[in-house]
Every structure is written in C-alpha cells, then in structure tokens.
C-alpha cells in the first residue's frame, strides 16, 4: 500500500522567512496530494493541493510543487507569519480520494 | 453550518469496556472515515466509507467496527477497550477529495 513520508518534523523559523516542508510517496497511482494545517485543539484542514498533472500551484502564499517521476512533492510557505504556526501534514491518495494516506507531520514553529 | 460533528468529545475507558464514538455530517458527502492520530505522528485510516451500506478497511482496523446504514452517520465501535487504543480519533468527509475533519474525540483506556 501506500506510504507517505514527511521531512522535517520540526520546523523553527523567523517571521518573514520561508518554510519548506518535503514528502515522498510510494504507490506510482495516487493522483492526488493535498497538504492540511492542523492547530491546536482542533481537527485538520485543507490548505492547498495538486494534482498529478500540474506541476506547481499557488495560492497567495502557499505553493506545492510535485514531481510525479522522484514521487516527491513539497509545501513552500513565504513569508511567514505567527499565526502559521501549527502542524503541517502532507497526504496521497489514489481515484477518487479516499484511502489517503498521512505523513507523520511537521510541527512550524514561527518565531516573532 | 455544522459540517462533521463528533461526539463526545472526551471520554476515558477502563480496559474492557466497550463504546461507540459518533460522527455526523450534514453536507451530503458520501465518503466518510476513521482517523487515529497518535502524539506526534500523522492520522493513521481505521475504516472509510464510499456510501451508506458500504464499508472498508484501512490501513488500522484492528479492535475496530463501523456500519454506514444512513448517508450522514458513521459510528465508529470499540468492542474490547485496549491502552493501545488511547488516541485522538478524527471522523472526516468528503465528496470527492477534499476532506472536512471534525472536532476530534480524545480516548484514554486506563
């Protein structure tokens, strides 16, 4: 089945500097990779995610980049904030969506 | 707007005993699923659901149960209490990709 793997597991920034969260995936057919911000106390949400036939995307400060042939994809956060800090999780999964799979997380911390 | 609704939202177990923790969406999603996550590690699937009368295993189902008999309710059963099952438990939907999680509910087996 699917594994997900997730580097760092701690993250520890300035404010205004970059993060860079990185995943690797296993199975060659998921198609779908979404990344969730998770804050204390409470259930994971979406933030951003791509799929296998765009390379790169967008949204305001958040970008995900995949490389479907190395099976890694990654989260760039520019610019960070106080209030990005939280625990990031990368996912893959296959048609469909369901059965994703999770990293383990990386914890951002943003320092003021 | 209530969106994934579980309950309760903690409970603690004696070894043993048995519970069910619920979960309700109101967004006519038809894919539904039981997350574990363990400190500092990422939600391991329990069980999914691709719609009601339907049910599969995740990557954890061990000492775990689920039934989908309506659309909105997916009810996750612990039959035999064990310490191993002391975590967070996330229920979430979706109607395609993207997932909506609840609140979580935090399980203690002593």
């Known amino acids: 089945g699917e594994n997900v793997e997730q580097h760092p597991s701690t993250l520890s920034v300035q404010e205004g500097d970059s993060a860079v969260i990185k995943c690797t995936y296993s199975?060659?057919?998921?198609?779908?990779f979404p990344w969730y911000k998770q804050e204390l106390g409470k259930g994971p949400q979406l933030i951003i995610d791509?799929?296998?036939?765009?390379g790169e995307k967008k949204d305001q400060r958040i970008a995900v980049t995949l490389n479907k042939t190395a099976k890694h994809f990654s989260l760039h956060i520019t610019e960070t904030q106080p209030e990005d800090s939280a625990v990031y999780f990368c996912?893959?999964?296959?048609?469909?969506?369901?059965?994703?799979?999770f990293g383990a997380g990386t914890r951002l911390f943003v320092k003021a | 707007n209530a969106g994934v609704t579980q309950t309760p939202k903690f409970r603690i177990l004696k070894i043993g005993q048995s519970m069910t923790l619920q979960c309700a969406q109101d967004?006519?999603?038809?894919?539904m699923y039981w997350y574990r996550q363990d400190p500092g590690m990422g939600l391991k699937l329990i069980y999914y659901?691709?719609?009601?009368?339907?049910?599969d295993k995740g990557e954890v189902p061990n000492g775990y149960n689920v039934s989908r008999s309506t659309t909105e309710d997916f009810p996750l059963r612990l039959e035999l209490a064990a310490p191993s099952q002391t975590s967070v438990y996330f229920c979430?939907?979706?109607?395609?990709?993207?997932?909506?999680f609840g609140q979580g509910t935090r399980l203690t087996v002593v």
């Open positions: 979430a939907s979706s109607y395609v990709t993207e997932a909506f």
């Open positions: 199975d060659s057919a998921s198609n779908y």
């Open positions: 791509i799929r296998s036939n765009v």
């Open positions: 996912a893959a999964s296959g048609t469909g969506g369901f059965k994703t799979i």
């Open positions: 967004m006519n999603h038809n894919y």
């Open positions: 659901s691709v719609g009601a009368g339907i049910t």
